[in-house]
Nanobody, 118 residues
Framework: QVQLVESGGGLVQTGGSLRLACVVS????????MAWYRQTPGNQRELVAR???????NYADSVKGRFTISRANVKKTVSLQMDSLKPEDTAVYFC????????????WGQGTQVTVSS
């Protein structure tokens, strides 16, 4: 059974930084494009950063230049370095396969809450 475990969220002031991590267990990892998503109450999940199997990243315009996605295949981990955080980045953050590449996503994990105070 595949399990996604996200961690690293917290409360931070505007302009601060956080580093999120997601560990994938119970499945192959190397051949999957991965992504970070975020969701606020009443809204759909938004894809904010993606990384393909060749480590090529891509970002939503709203986070470009502030967030950095990376992956460590040996550890089956995908990370998201978030700098210059803004209150509008407040959300629950999730990782999963990149839905633009894969139609069969994993079951969603619990996510990790990021709160940016103004």
């Amino acid at each position: 059974q595949v399990q996604l475990v996200e961690s690293g969220g917290g409360l931070v002031q505007t302009g601060g930084s956080l580093r999120l991590a997601c560990v994938v267990s119970g499945s192959s990892f190397t051949g999957n494009a991965m992504a970070w998503y975020r969701q606020t109450p009443g809204n759909q999940r938004e894809l904010v950063a993606r990384i393909d199997v060749r480590n090529n990243p891509n970002y939503a315009d709203s986070v470009k230049g502030r967030f950095t996605i990376s992956r460590a295949n040996v550890k089956k981990t995908v990370s998201l370095q978030m700098d210059s955080l803004k209150p509008e980045d407040t959300a629950v953050y999730f990782c999963n396969k990149d839905l633009r590449v894969h139609s069969n996503l994993y079951s969603w994990g619990q996510g990790t809450q990021v709160t940016v105070s103004s």
